[in-house]
T-cell receptor, first 112, second 113 residues
Framework: AQSVSQHNHHVILSEAASLELGCNYS??????LFWYVQYPGQHLQLLLK??????LVKGIKGFEAEFIKSKFSFNLRKPSVQWSDTAEYFC??????????FGSGTRLSIRP | NAGVTQTPKFRVLKTGQSMTLLCAQD?????MYWYRQDPGMGLRLIHY???????AKGEVPDGYNVSRLKKQNFLLGLESAAPSQTSVYFC????????????FGPGTRLTVT
């Protein structure tokens, strides 16, 4: 069965700390992977996406993610977090537009 | 462009009542989706549509019906609301084809008492 797993449910960091959120996928066929962010009280917004090509993908607000095919992973990274990065982060993936699966989400809390 | 809009933003229903949630998009997207978001469970797909006049079941379709009579609108109906349907509902749309990124609406918070 297709699945997208996020193992970190809640991450707490201090400002300026580095961030890495894990995401693993399990499905065959074409790999399309996304990270979305949901700021408190707001709707989901796309941070970055990977379809093919360079496995290191850069997104908005200084975020990047690396697709590692051998590990079935697509981890999200940011070298130095800010208080404004407090949000919930969702990894998603699928082999077609009608088969996108979302992970359970990781809540990120930043201590000022 | 307004993007994806949803009405209403909040609603409280009693068990057994019915209601319809409206989603509208002005981006000429082919695909539209309805998700529910529950704590610790991420987003789960209820129903989706790959074009005007088409609908298909997602992961958790029971208790919901949908219609896509116009390309820009996607309606989600609850015929007989249950407390288990208390959730935040998000609508999304995408171009479809090889372009999968989804654009989300602001959500509808539904409470069923």
């Amino acid at each position: 069965a297709q699945s997208v797993s996020q193992h970190n449910h809640h991450v707490i960091l201090s400002e300026a700390a580095s961030l890495e959120l894990g995401c693993n996928y399990s499905y065959g066929g074409t790999v399309n992977l996304f990270w979305y962010v949901q700021y408190p009280g707001q709707h989901l917004q796309l941070l970055l996406k990977y379809f093919s090509g360079d496995p290191l993908v850069k997104g908005i607000k200084g975020f990047e993610a690396e697709f590692i095919k051998s590990k079935f992973s697509f981890n999200l990274r940011k070298p130095s977090v800010q208080w404004s990065d407090t949000a919930e982060y969702f990894c998603a993936g699928g082999s077609s537009a009608s088969k996108i699966i979302f992970g359970s989400g990781t809540r990120l809390s930043i201590r000022p | 462009n307004a993007g994806v809009t949803q009405t209403p933003k909040f609603r409280v229903l009693k068990t057994g009542q019915s209601m319809t949630l409206l989603c509208a998009q002005d981006m000429n997207h082919e695909y539209m989706y309805w998700y529910r978001q529950d704590p610790g469970m991420g987003l789960r797909l209820i129903h989706y549509s790959v074009g005007e006049g088409t609908t298909a079941k997602g992961e958790v379709p029971d208790g919901y019906n949908v219609s896509r009579l116009k390309k820009q609108n996607f309606l989600l109906g609850l015929e007989s609301a249950a407390p288990s349907q208390t959730s935040v509902y998000f609508c999304a749309s995408s171009y479809g084809g090889q372009i999968y990124e989804q654009y989300f609406g602001p959500g509808t918070r539904l409470t069923v008492t």
